[in-house]
């Protein structure tokens, strides 16, 4: 099943701040967020890990609530180069441990103007 | 250093006919996984492989077949082409874990377009 994305669509204006956030009805090993401009692949940005561990992007941060199975992904000083749509990706556990079998969320546009 | 290379970048087919979509990686990947992308629908996934001669299904796998012989190369065949495979297809591919356990970066080929009419 896939994670629920909110919001849909959400307009900044450069400098301005935007939470993204992901929710999912399964236990989660981890969360990914992809960046995927129009016409392009998707581009990884961060994963998040059970016990708080943070891989990724060093402008863009975001949490990761086991408990809750949610995460979010916080964009601050928003740039024009942020525009894009977000996508969370969620894996969950496998006999203890984890594959990288990515169920993604529908996704959430994001349009910085300037 | 090529990546996750797809081909062809645009098709269309007629209902009815079969084809295969090409995946190729260089980084010696073990898990790789197609997903089709449509319009409020996000990344879907299709099938996936955690390496040669394993496959599984994924949310949406219906229509579709793959296998795996080789590390470097996950083709997606369609056997029949309906109009409601209509979508952008999107290779990915990534270590399975990495020295932690945790979850390791997936890449992205550049997507095949596929129009059934």
């Known amino acids: 099943q896939q994670p629920v994305q909110s919001p849909q669509a959400v307009i900044l204006r450069e400098g301005e701040d935007a939470v993204i956030n992901c929710s999912s009805s399964?236990?989660?090993?981890?969360v990914h967020w992809y960046r995927q401009k129009h016409g392009e692949a998707p581009v990884f940005l961060m994963i998040?890990?059970?016990?708080?561990e943070q891989k990724g992007h060093d402008k863009i941060s975001a949490s990761f609530n086991e408990k809750k199975q949610q995460s979010s992904l916080y964009l601050t000083a928003s740039q024009l180069s942020y525009s894009g749509t977000y996508f969370c990706?969620?894996?969950?556990?496998?006999?203890?441990?984890?594959?990288?079998?990515?169920?993604f969320g529908t996704g959430t546009l994001l349009a910085v103007q300037p | 250093n090529a990546g996750v290379t797809q081909t062809p970048k645009f098709q269309v087919l007629k209902t009815g006919q079969s084809m295969t979509l090409q995946c190729a990686q260089d980084?010696?990947?073990?898990?790789m996984s197609w997903y089709r992308q449509d319009p409020g629908m996000g990344l879907r996934l299709i099938h996936y492989?955690?390496?040669?001669?394993?496959?599984d299904q994924g949310e949406v796998p219906n229509g579709y077949n793959v296998s795996r012989s080789t590390t470097e190369d996950f083709p997606l065949r369609l056997l029949s082409a309906a109009p409601s495979q209509t979508s952008v297809y999107f290779c990915?591919?990534?270590?399975?874990?990495?020295?932690?356990?945790?979850?390791?970066?997936?890449?992205f080929g550049q997507g095949t377009r596929l129009t059934v009419v």
């Open positions: 492989s955690v390496g040669a001669g394993i496959t």
């Open positions: 980084m010696n990947h073990e898990y």
């Open positions: 998040l890990l059970k016990g708080g």
């Open positions: 990706g969620t894996v969950v556990p496998f006999f203890g441990g984890a594959t990288n079998k990515l169920i």
């Open positions: 399964k236990a989660l090993y981890s």
């Open positions: 990915a591919s990534s270590y399975s874990t990495d020295s932690t356990g945790g979850g390791t970066e997936a890449f």
